[in-house]
């Protein structure tokens, strides 16, 4: 079957127009792959969708990748870059029959080439697209291969720069290019992408040096390259973020953009500091692609966005979201900014740094250096006629003072704090130097959060926890029994963890005006807490709690997370 004649079959069907047929040939023209690709980018047919009828047309069941877990001896048989090229994955293997699922059946070249490769009699299954690319990044990600370059390092005899601050910089440079150091950074960039990592971490030791990565807000080393490697596998970074590779006192930031197959790019923010034995570098993977911009599919309780969505459409005023680094701070603000981004409203951020670019939004980039920071931005943005401002970080008494009278003269100002939860935000703005009543006529709702690793769906059991535990923990008492606790306990699907993903923990606290009258008459952050907790804002360890009740996250996440209100 060609490629036009699976459309004609589609339309045939009417589960496509013959205009959507067009443009999906168009765009397959323009960017290459498969028409069905295609359509599902393009939105005009589910990927579920297209499976079914491809079983359907071709007689071949259709499976569910995710209830499989493949033995490795099957995925032996066929190499990864077969399974990558063919967009293929075997299954299960019956006598001399390989099971292999396709998203295209109608793929007769590649079924022939596995079938010769193999051995094997090819049976066809059909299973989604994206369900299809999934299983290929999961089982054959890069852990082998790089088990594979680690052993060849130890052999290999580069000429790396001594630790003394005197070095030849074209030494470092012809280090830096050599063919297994530059290999094994993109095989640690890729590797991080396809386990889903945050960040990446490349530390050196007095003895060691070890490559880490966050995953669902938790670290894992990964490897150890040789120590003889240190200084190459650094500069080697540095370069392709741009950075000066000859200061090494000094902490650097810069940037590095890559292509993965498919045409999708990836950004990674990366910043090198001088520690006592070399210089760490950090590196933040960027994805656009898995922003969620949703803000129903952040974690908020269906009250509590109800609040939020209510103030940060108002007119004027200021909305705070606090908490930790890495406890998605951006990602909330971001959502509201995708919430209010509108032709008839300017827009304005001031950011530090801009970590995703959207059309309609005026970002700029803080630069300390030369004196273009938070302050010196939000003067700047009250000159070009704004709507809507969001500051990155009220970080000092001179930002937030600008920030609070912006919000008092018509403007909707939305920025973040480190604080621990929301009422103690009011306290940490009082002793910046705000006035109590510049404070509650300005703050609109201030919102706390935190990320609880979710438990992996694929692995997870009811856990016994003691009655006693929970009622400690902060669960009613007449609620006990009627909770059902969760925790995973490791499968492919998750590296072995029992986590996959994370979800918001989320204290919302609008200013209510029995809060604002405690604000002026100088209540503490105890009194306050107790207030909001009266007229129904949930606190933190709550909302874990509400989770917990959901089976989202584990009772062990809840206290890893949260503290027990007093």
């Known amino acids: 079957m060609t490629r036009n004649r699976l459309g004609e079959l589609l339309v045939r069907s009417q589960l496509i127009t013959d205009d959507q047929l067009a443009q999906a040939i168009e ?32 007689g071949v069941p259709s499976i569910n990748l995710e209830e499989f877990d493949i033995d490795p001896v099957i995925l032996r048989l066929i190499p990864p870059d077969v399974a990558q090229k063919y967009q293929v994955i075997p299954v299960n293997r019956a006598g001399a029959t390989l099971i292999v699922a396709m998203s295209d059946p109608s793929n007769i070249f590649a079924i022939d080439d596995i079938k010769f490769m193999t051995g094997y009699n090819i049976e066809v299954v059909v299973a989604p697209d994206a369900a299809i690319k999934a299983a290929i990044d999961q089982y054959y990600d890069q852990s082998a291969t790089l088990a594979d370059v680690m052993e060849g390092l130890d052999d290999i005899d580069l000429e790396v720069v001594d630790e003394d601050d005197k070095f030849d910089v074209r030494e470092l440079e012809k280090a830096t290019e050599d063919a297994p150091v530059v290999k094994l950074v993109n095989l640690i960039l890729t590797d991080a992408i396809k ?11 007095e003895t060691v040096f070890r490559v880490r990565y966050r995953i669902d807000g938790v670290l894992y080393e990964v490897m150890k390259p040789p120590m003889k490697l240190k200084n190459a596998i650094t500069s080697r970074l540095k370069i392709m973020a741009e950075m000066d590779i000859a200061e090494r006192r000094l902490p650097q930031d810069g940037r590095i953009k890559i292509k993965l197959p498919g045409g999708k790019d990836m950004d990674f923010r990366v910043n090198c500091m001088p520690t006592l034995f070399g210089e760490k570098v950090v590196l933040r993977l ?6 969620q911009l949703d803000m129903t599919k952040l974690g908020y309780e269906e009250k509590a966005l109800k609040w939020f969505k209510k103030e940060i459409h108002k007119p004027f005023g200021m909305v705070l979201v606090t908490g930790p680094t890495g406890s998605g701070k951006t990602v909330s603000l971001y959502s509201a900014l995708s919430e209010l981004n509108k032709v008839s409203d300017n827009i304005s951020t001031a950011e530090d740094p801009v970590e995703f670019n959207f059309a309609g939004i005026n970002q700029v980039q803080m630069h300390e250096e030369i ?28 930002t937030a003072e600008i920030g609070v009278k912006a919000a008092l003269t018509g403007h909707m100002v939305l920025s973040t704090l480190h604080t621990n939860d929301a009422p103690s935000t009011i306290n940490r703005l009082l002793n910046m130097g705000i006035e109590p009543f510049l404070v509650a006529s300005a703050v609109n709702l201030i919102t706390a959060q935190r990320l609880a690793r979710r438990v992996c769906p694929e692995c997870k059991e009811p856990e016994d926890i003691p009655k006693q535990s929970l009622i400690e923990a902060g669960v009613p008492g007449d609620e006990v029994d009627g909770i059902v606790c969760y925790r995973g306990m490791g499968c492919s699907h998750c590296n072995k963890t029992g986590y996959r993903g994370r979800v918001g923990l989320y204290q919302v606290m609008p200013m209510f005006e029995e809060i604002r009258e405690m604000v002026l008459a100088g209540a503490n952050t105890a009194e306050i807490k107790r207030e909001s907790m009266r007229l129904g804002v949930k606190t933190m360890r709550q909302s874990a709690l509400t989770k917990l009740q959901e089976g989202v996250v584990s009772f062990e996440e809840v206290l890893r997370c949260t503290i027990a209100d007093d």
């Open 27 to 58: 765009d397959q023209k323009k960017q290459g792959g498969r028409l069905g690709s295609c359509l599902i980018k393009l939105g005009f047919i589910q990927d579920d969708e297209l499976a079914s009828f491809l079983s359907k047309q071709y």
């Open 195 to 205: 386990k889903k990592a945050s960040d990446i971490h490349i530390e050196p030791y």
């Open 371 to 398: 004196g273009l920071n938070f302050a010196a931005a939000l003067r700047a943005f009250l000159r070009q006629d704004p709507d809507i401002i969001m500051i990155g970080e009220i970080r000092d008494f001179e």
């Open 286 to 291: 960027l994805d656009k692609g898995n922003l």
